[in-house]
């Protein structure tokens, strides 16, 4: 026997019909009737298709891996080609398969961007920036800085907010200039 990874993208009337694991009973019910035996089963669930197949856009996908005599498995393909549910199925020999990846240890963060980081005061606009021998800001100075940031805003807002049509200086640059509305 040997090791095979087989994939299959099943209707999703299959698991509407006969439940929620019911694309895993059919599949594992193939492979024992043909001499294999299922070691394991990831069932991925519905899932989008790459692309449509016929009209359908979700698939109920279920990968597995299977002990199964080489002269068998093109019986097993037989019969998933056939097979109406079965959208679309894939079998290859496990030896072939890239091995996975090692598991990825998590990020350790740096004990200087451990700690939180500091809130800086907001910057006036009328004001450059502060700074490094300036002493630090004062309750009034945070205040005001944050009055004129909102002042800044709210005429952004309200620049924003004014209908789109032809500027003033239009309507001055061409004096008697008759309009036609």
Do not use: F
């Not at 998590?106 to 021998?133: F, H, I, K, L, W």
């Amino acid at each position: 026997m040997r090791e095979y990874e087989l994939t299959v993208v099943y209707d999703l009337a299959v698991a509407e019909a006969g439940g929620q694991d019911a694309s895993v009973a059919h599949l594992t019910n193939l492979v024992e009737t043909r001499g294999g035996q299922v070691l394991k089963v990831d069932h991925w669930g519905r899932r989008r298709l790459a692309y449509p197949i016929g009209r359908a856009l979700d698939g109920d996908y279920v990968i597995s891996r299977v002990n199964l005599e080489p002269a068998a498995v093109s019986a097993l393909e037989a019969s998933l080609k056939i097979d109406e549910r079965v959208y679309r199925h894939l079998v290859v020999r496990a030896d072939e398969l890239p091995p996975p990846p090692p598991p990825r240890e998590p990020r350790q963060q740096p004990a200087a961007e451990a700690a939180a980081p500091v809130a800086e005061a907001p910057v006036s606009p009328e004001s450059p920036a502060e700074t490094a021998s300036e002493a630090p800001a004062t309750e009034e100075a945070t205040q005001e800085a944050a009055t004129a940031a909102t002042e800044v805003v709210e005429s952004a807002a309200a620049t924003a907010a004014e209908p789109a049509g032809e500027p003033e200086a239009w309507e001055d640059a061409a004096p008697g200039a008759e309009t036609s509305d």
